[in-house]
């Protein structure tokens, strides 16, 4: 989604951020990682107010997108503010099918999210609780930078060994999403292609350097 901020002297400023919410949603969800040197999302994050306009076109993309008919099992990887979109595919996952009956069985999920510090995870509490819920959700993290005490995950960037544990087999087809700095998104779908995956079930989307790798 376009956001478009227009100054009282007429200039202006465009961002895109991707949309966290389900289809599903009543309400469109954008969440936006403030940058310190950013020139739209200090604006966004610390004084925009309720009822205050916006400018928006979207959405936008058509290619890196998943829904219940696409089918499973889901394999995501996120790393920092990529683990947007992934989380409106895991909201829409969960929404849409029915826990009893086996529903979720046949959509099984394992996200690996790469971030530098704890305090950094972006929807870290939700995560959490989904899937302390849902068997049928793996939430895998691993820290690159800072770890707090008694931390017993991974604690390094994403490379070939930590896919090879966490990734569905090839041989099961999954679908796989890939969000996050440029490094990282193709670093990881050369690696799974290496490791058998089809490249035509590796979707990527990728973004700019914001401040640092993850």
């Not at 604006?43 to 696409?70: C, K, M, N, S």
């Not at 099992?73 to 996952?93: C, D, E, N």
Request: glycine fraction near 10%; charge should be negative; charged fraction near 25%.
């Amino acid at each position: 989604m376009d956001v478009r901020l227009t100054a009282e002297d007429g200039y202006q400023t465009e961002r895109s951020y991707s949309i966290a919410s389900a289809p599903s949603d009543s309400r469109l969800a954008l969440t936006v990682e403030m940058l310190e040197d950013g020139e739209v999302s200090p604006y966004l994050t610390e004084e925009l107010h309720a009822g205050d306009p916006l400018e928006l076109r979207g959405p936008i993309g058509g290619y890196f997108v998943w829904d219940i008919q696409t089918g499973g099992p889901l394999f995501l990887v996120a790393g920092g503010s990529g683990i947007v979109p992934l989380m409106a595919m895991i909201r829409h996952r969960n929404s849409s099918l029915p826990a009893a009956n086996g529903g979720r069985k046949n959509l099984r999920t394992k996200l690996l999210y790469s971030s530098r510090r704890w305090e950094e995870v972006i929807y870290r509490d939700e995560l959490t609780a989904l899937a302390t819920r849902d068997p049928t959700l793996e939430v895998v993290h691993t820290l690159t930078r800072n770890v707090p005490d008694g931390w017993t995950g991974f604690r390094r960037r994403i490379d070939r060994a930590m896919l090879a544990e966490t990734a569905w087999a090839a041989s099961e087809n999954p679908r796989v999403f890939v969000c996050g700095p440029t490094p990282l998104v193709e670093a990881v779908a050369g690696t799974l292609v290496e490791l058998g995956h089809r490249p035509a079930l590796v979707k990527t989307e990728r973004f700019g350097p914001t401040g640092g790798p993850v």
